[in-house]
């Protein structure tokens, strides 16, 4: 059963990050689509900033990655440990970024002198999503082989 959980944390980081991506890019997307309907120009920044909750899946494949290759009793509860708290953290951070995006394509799609500063909330939300990598990336080290 142990090594069960290990297989499951092992995987977990790059499912709920690419969980987590999916629903911030649909978030964002839909705004992107509704400014899109009302301004004449400027669709490709509505697009990126839709697509910026997508890094979580990066950043969950290289935490899979990091993690030991080889599944056994003495490491299984530490990798189900690390990829289910790292994985979280990914999922709800890219949620909350697409959420963040999609008030930034509202706001600059009414006020576009405000389209830069109308992205400092999700890039704060995105140094979230990094600090849990790094040091998911750390505590990876330290789980016995």
Same mark, same amino acid.
């Given at each position: 059963m142990e090594v069960?959980?290990?297989? $499951?944390g092992l995987y977990a980081p790059l499912a709920l990050g690419a969980i987590g991506? #999916?629903?911030?890019c649909?978030?964002?997307? #839909? &705004? &992107?689509?509704? /400014?899109? #309907?009302? +301004?004449?120009?400027?669709? @490709?920044?509505? +697009? @990126? +900033? /839709?697509? #910026?909750?997508?890094?979580?899946t990066i950043y969950g494949? %290289?935490?899979t990655m990091a993690l030991p290759? %080889?599944?056994? /009793?003495a490491n299984s509860p530490g990798i189900f440990a690390l990829g289910i708290l790292s994985g979280m953290a990914l999922l709800v951070s890219a949620y909350a970024q697409g959420v963040a995006c999609a008030?930034? $394509?509202?706001?600059s799609k009414n006020k576009p002198e405000v389209f830069g500063i109308s992205l400092a909330p999700a890039a704060l939300?995105?140094?979230f999503a990094v600090f /849990?990598? +790094?040091f998911a990336l750390v505590l990876a080290g330290r789980l016995p082989e």
């Open positions: 069960v959980l290990g297989w $499951i991506s #999916m629903i911030g649909l978030r964002g997307g #839909m &705004a &992107a689509c509704g /400014a899109m #309907m009302e +301004v004449e120009s400027g669709y @490709g920044r509505y +697009v @990126g +900033v /839709a697509a #910026m909750p997508s890094s979580q494949i %290289v935490v290759a %080889v599944i056994s /009793a008030s930034a $394509i509202n706001a939300i995105e140094g /849990a990598f +790094v």
